[in-house]
């Protein structure tokens, strides 16, 4: 299997990178072999640096991430030292190159695939053109669990459904060994993960002051004001001057650090399901000086949760009457209700037709081929050869519900496969990508680790991103899962202007 390296045009055979130093006349002399061109000025500066110095800068990171609190949860779960739920992403302090050439293709690919998901979205809510031409079985979007009929016919303004959306772009060796950019999952419902994007910018621009005048680093730290540009530009007519929250679920969520920075960052109420009323249609949070009305909602609540009268009964992390004020346009709710039929991984490998059909393009960005285990023939091509393959429960998420065949023990597979026979269509499968690499600083040194990539794509008036995204890397040797909750890290990511 050809394997791609993100700074290295050929991977050392011990999995070791080496980096040669000599002193000629008093000046160090650093040579690195094989270094791709955008690479070449930081892996010099790298091989100049002692590991001593490199591990005290990441022992300096932890103890500022975990002063500031920046952790995730994971439920039900406990580290390796019995600690709690509450963990550090860990950080590493090598960053993704990517040259701008590159990232202004992707961009354009992004820019154009959340277009026709929103197009999708708004479709299927109203005409539903796409069913009737038979480019998706009716099946598959009126009886999918994330399909909401009380979107029926609902107004959203500029028709934008996905106001957020966090697209996961992969990097995987084609046939000639070079590589190439894949979307390997559109998450549109409550895309998390901008906060450590800008927060991991924040502690290399600390740590590493020096690499940023000898680097054109495009920024990223105007994001909250793009997020907040896009949230007002979601309210309804008639509301000037919309007054905008982030409603999380509380403290005990796993993203509530991401929760509470942004509308710190933006400069907005941070909400509960408790601090919000209806009242003739209309929703006011509760104020020390009274009650004041709320124009748009920027949820980090799923579906389910949002309004008991409607969805959950037993849900106390919504407002009871949020739906009939939303259907009401009294009030914005962003992502939209429902939105999560288009990201569904059934719904997925329908992408590039969406595409097509609703803007007569061909996609920038391929799919991952995908196997549709609802399919007989494909079915039948996923249960011969599950040790060869990814498969995916359509409705998991976050590294949960998968199979990773090639690393998984028998008893696993044979799991899976009474899983999949029980209910094929609530299965996909995929090809195992060789997952792009990149040098990583681990305790034996710098070695590769393999890496993805979330790029945030806001939807208001305009369709417009950061220049950058979250870099996932999967710590441990050889693994292919760059989840958070499965001990993945995380990356600053460089884009480089030039």
Not at 164 to 186: F, M, W
Not at 333 to 338: D, H, K, L, P, Y
Not at 392 to 399: L, N, Y
Request: proline residues 6%; negative net charge; contains cysteine.
């Amino acid at each position: 299997m050809y394997k791609f390296d993100e700074m290295f045009s050929q991977l050392p055979g011990n999995g070791q990178f080496q980096f040669q130093g000599q002193s000629q006349g008093g000046q160090s002399q650093v040579q690195v072999q094989g270094v791709r061109e955008h690479y070449r000025n930081y892996a010099l500066w790298l091989a100049r640096q002692p590991q001593e110095a490199m591990r005290a800068r990441r022992e300096e990171a932890e103890m500022i991430f975990r002063r500031v609190g920046i952790t995730f949860a994971v439920y039900g779960a406990k580290d390796e030292d019995g600690a709690g739920t509450e963990r550090l992403i860990p950080f590493d302090l090598i960053p993704r190159i990517i040259p701008a050439d590159e990232w202004a293709s992707m961009e354009k690919g992004l820019v154009q695939r959340v277009t026709a998901l929103n197009r999708f979205l708004h479709d299927v809510y109203h005409e539903q053109e796409i069913i009737r031409a038979g480019i998706i079985p009716a099946d598959q979007i009126l009886h999918n669990a994330q399909f909401r009929k009380e979107m029926m016919g609902v107004y959203v303004p500029h028709r934008i459904y996905s106001h957020i959306s966090g697209i996961d772009i992969v990097r995987a060796p084609n046939a000639k060994g070079e590589g190439e950019y894949y979307v390997l999952e559109d998450n549109l419902r409550v895309p998390s993960g901008v906060s450590y994007m800008l927060e991991d910018r924040k502690m290399m621009m600390r740590l590493f002051p020096d690499l940023f005048s000898s680097h054109r680093v495009a920024p990223v730290m105007h994001y909250p004001d793009l997020l907040l540009e896009t949230l007002r530009a979601s309210a309804q007519p008639g509301a000037p001057d919309p007054t905008v929250v982030v409603l999380t679920p509380g403290m005990y969520n796993s993203a509530y650090f991401e929760h509470a920075f942004l509308a710190q960052q933006m400069g907005v109420e941070l909400v509960e399901g408790q601090d919000l009323f209806v009242k003739d249609r209309f929703v006011y949070m509760r104020t020390t000086r009274g009650p004041k009305r709320v124009d748009v909602i920027y949820r980090r609540v799923d579906d389910d949760f949002l309004d008991p009268s409607v969805f959950r009964p037993t849900s106390t992390l919504g407002c009871e009457g949020l739906v009939d004020a939303y259907r009401s346009g009294n009030v914005s709710i962003c992502n939209a209700i429902g939105t999560g039929v288009a990201d569904d991984k059934s719904i997925y490998p329908y992408v590039p037709k969406m595409i097509e059909f609703y803007l007569g393009e061909k996609p920038i960005l391929n799919n991952v081929p995908t196997w549709m285990c609802r399919n007989p023939d494909d079915l039948q091509y996923t249960l011969a050869n599950l040790k060869d393959l990814v498969v995916k429960e359509v409705h998991g998420a976050g590294g949960y519900g998968m199979l990773v065949g090639p690393a998984a023990t028998k008893q696993e597979i044979e799991d899976f496969r009474l899983g999949i026979e029980a209910n094929p269509a609530g299965y996909i499968a995929q090809p195992t990508l060789s997952l792009s690499s990149c040098p990583t600083f681990v305790e034996s040194g710098v070695a590769p680790r393999h890496i993805d990539l979330r790029p945030f794509v806001l939807s208001g008036k305009e369709v417009q991103m950061v220049p950058g995204g979250l870099t996932r890397v999967a710590l441990k040797e050889g693994s292919l899962v760059v989840n958070s909750s499965q001990g993945g890290g995380t990356k600053d990511t460089w884009i480089l202007e030039v």
